[in-house]
């Protein structure tokens, strides 16, 4: 978007671009978002930023009548391969919390020095600054959405004392954590338990099927899942958590709600960027149906189903194992396998109602877990000497990589297809712009949603119509190839009874 596009938005007071950019006034020396209920700035005393980190270094503070931070985040760190979209991940992720700035640009590839010129370049703030904005993003969140202690608030964001915490919040917020706290619009009461309770925000339309597809998939004891919720046991940094998401279409407010059961507080900033991840709740659904809906072979689809997401990872690792273990079979069938593999996996430190175990790590699954898999031994031996790579760290991947990036490192592995790589990279990195052409339920899919037999003819097989959002073209051909293969289960009706007669009829006389 050119600057007056821009300034289009912030006078429409358009929610769609909020996460997406920021609007900073020179008058005010404050920064907002795009849908500030403010009087419009004058074009001249406007500048605007991609980043709210790149707003606090050129001295501007967060506006306290929008709250500029508690909006979604930006897209474009998924539509984005680039050196700054991998860095954006990996510090959503906590990279530079748990490994510093060298850590994070030995992964990407390039010195410290490199990669802060690029980032300052690119996005207008260098990792520190853009890390310590995700910081006072995280304790912003906590602050205005539950009672946890300030102190502790405050190493949970990631920052390394009390102090430091303070200072940023006063910079960033110009105001105190206490004062931040009271602008909170529902205060919640205080439970008998250690649980926390946060409001997860996101873009309008959401579609709920997100939910659907992690549910006929969740494998019992690690996960559970209905058309509503979702929960699940998994491993962090620091040790394992445990979360549930709900959603309540009916809800005033947010109706999508996150508690979360368990987690060490060193891992909660990565926790809360993964579940955001997993129900791609930073989309921008908006724009990707307007595209989709140009394909006449899909608009019919989205009118249904407005505000698709993509599902996403928790572990990468995991996501890999499932996904070579799923491939050219049945969803029922790999959820029968993995069940199996999941014995493997030790017992959660965290139990909960049927939340009991975790999945198993790639050094279990390489020394005793491929054992409990069943079916072709060349499947077994792929996913064994997989999980070897894993282990020993010879095969590293995740958030940080791109498509060619997970295909220089997967495709080489025995048992890893095009397939393979594409659908891990739907699921770890968001890639928006995958097709898995050879996939059996993208073409019936296909099949299912033919609108005229001139579709074949006139419009790309592949679905290039809609790039970059060609992912989430899979998502809704996978979802009309379920409907369809449901619709063909369903028994058919008995023929239609003629009425009983409860008066005696008068007999026909016969004819002569």
């Known amino acids: ?31 907002c978002r795009p849908s500030c209920p403010a009087r419009t700035p004058k074009a001249d005393n406007v500048t605007f930023y991609e980043t709210s980190a790149a707003a606090h270094d050129a001295g501007y503070r967060a506006c306290k009548r929008c709250l500029p931070e ?15 979209g991998r860095a954006m991940r990996l510090i959503n992720d906590g990279v530079i919390n748990r490994d510093g700035v060298e850590g994070l640009a030995a992964r ?61 919040i006063g910079e960033v917020f110009a ?46 004891g690690i996960e559970e899942g209905t058309s509503t919720s979702y929960a699940r046991t998994l491993r962090l940094t620091h040790g394992d958590a445990r979360f549930r998401v709900d959603y309540d279409a009916g809800a005033a407010g947010r109706p999508l709600v996150l508690t979360i059961g368990a987690v060490d507080l060193r891992d909660l900033a990565a926790l809360l960027s993964r ?11 908006v724009a990707i149906d307007a595209a989709l809906a140009a394909d006449p072979r899909l608009a019919a689809a989205v009118a249904r189903t407005p505000g698709m997401r993509m599902p996403g990872a928790v572990d990468p690792q995991e996501l890999l194992i499932r996904a070579m273990i799923g491939q050219q079979i049945t969803v029922a069938a ?69 498509v060619r990036g997970l295909e220089a490192k997967l495709l080489p592995l025995a048992g890893v297809g095009p397939w393979t790589v594409g659908y891990v990279a739907m699921r770890v990195i968001g890639a928006p712009d995958v097709f898995l052409a050879n996939d059996a339920a993208v073409r019936n899919g296909i099949r299912s949603l033919a609108q005229s037999p001139d579709d074949a003819t006139t419009l790309a097989p592949d679905f290039r119509e809609v790039s970059p ?27 239609r009874q003629a009425p009983t007669q409860n008066h005696k009829q008068t007999p026909k006389k016969a004819k002569p």
């Open 70 to 84: 508690a909006v979604p985040g930006t897209p474009a760190w998924n539509v984005r391969s680039d050196i700054a």
């Open 1 to 31: 978007m050119d600057f007056w596009q821009r300034y289009r938005a912030i006078d429409a007071r358009d929610t769609r671009f909020d996460g997406q950019f920021y609007t900073a006034v020179r008058t005010t020396g404050i920064y």
């Open 275 to 285: 579940v955001r991840r997993l129900l791609d709740l930073d989309a921008d659904p």
């Open 334 to 402: 790999a959820r029968t396998a993995l069940v199996q593999l999941s014995a493997a996996g030790s017992a959660s430190l965290v139990p909960d109602d049927g939340l009991h175990r975790l999945f198993p790590t790639a050094a279990e699954i390489a020394g005793t877990g491929f054992e409990l898999l069943r079916g072709p031994q060349r499947r077994i031996d792929a996913v064994r000497r997989a999980a070897a790579a894993m282990a020993s760290g010879d095969l590293d991947f995740g958030y940080g990589d791109d």
């Open 108 to 168: 990407l590839g390039y010195s410290s020095r490199q990669l802060n010129r690029i980032l300052s370049h690119e996005l207008g703030a260098g990792p520190l600054s853009l890390a310590r904005a995700s910081r006072a993003q995280t304790a912003r969140t906590l602050l205005v959405s539950t009672a946890m202690k300030v102190s502790d608030i405050a190493f949970a964001a990631g920052f390394s004392s009390v102090r430091q915490f303070n200072e940023t």
């Open 469 to 495: 959002w060609r992912s989430y073209a899979t998502m809704h051909l996978w979802r009309a190839a379920a409907a369809a293969q449901a619709a063909a289960r369903k028994p058919s009706l008995p023929p």
């Open 175 to 220: 105001m105190t954590p206490s004062a931040l706290r009271a602008t909170a619009r529902h205060h919640r009461s205080p439970a008998a338990t250690t649980a926390l309770t946060l409001n997860l925000p996101y873009r309008e339309p959401f579609d709920p099927g997100v939910f659907d597809f992690l549910a006929v998939r969740a494998i019992p």
